[in-house]
């Protein structure tokens, strides 16, 4: 009678974790996080259209300028209303005891505050019962950004400024 042998089975090899295999797990993990900081990058730089502010260096060497004007204008005590009216800009302007007050040189600066490009200077036109009226072209749907300035007969002082959050729905 023939009689085999049998081997027992051979041990299940374990893998082993050898120094290429970290090398390409190490490799492969800041691959994708390089590519990925990458595409942040790319979009970050190319979305963001620079300086909000024009001469902001300027601007900042004379605040304390800035702050003077504040405060005359605080004095002044004027109280400013501003909205949509159909397809146009309604700004109301009344002194301190409530009295409209007209006559003046009134301009804007429509603005959004995720891009540059459909920002639009307008310029008001009075009523001559403290309102003043401004084309507002046609704005997208959204928060918009309206800067008013007021600004003396000559138009050579400002005056008054103001800024005003407006919602087009």
Do not use: C
Not at 38 to 60: C, M, N, R, W
Not at 71 to 97: M, S
Not at 134 to 157: C, F, Y
């Amino acid at each position: 009678m023939l009689q085999a042998k049998t081997h027992p089975p051979a041990p299940a090899r374990e893998k082993e974790l050898k120094g290429w295999h970290v090398l390409l797990i190490m490799l492969a993990f800041f691959g994708v996080m390089f590519s990925v900081n990458g595409v942040f990058l790319y979009h970050a730089i190319t979305s963001f259209p620079g300086e909000d502010v024009k001469k902001s260096y300027v601007q900042g060497l004379n605040y304390n300028h800035t702050l003077a004007a504040r405060a005359a204008q605080a004095e002044l005590g004027w109280k400013a209303e501003a909205g949509l009216e159909g397809k146009q800009i309604v700004f109301r302007l009344h002194d301190a005891e409530g009295h409209a007050l007209s006559n003046f040189s009134v301009i804007g600066e429509l603005r959004r505050s995720t891009t540059q490009d459909h920002d639009q200077a307008v310029t008001f036109t009075s009523d001559y019962d403290g309102s003043y009226r401004a084309d507002a072209g046609k704005l997208h749907q959204g928060q918009w950004q309206l800067r008013i300035t007021v600004l003396d007969e000559p138009a050579e002082n400002v005056l008054f400024n103001v800024d005003k959050t407006l919602w087009v729905k």
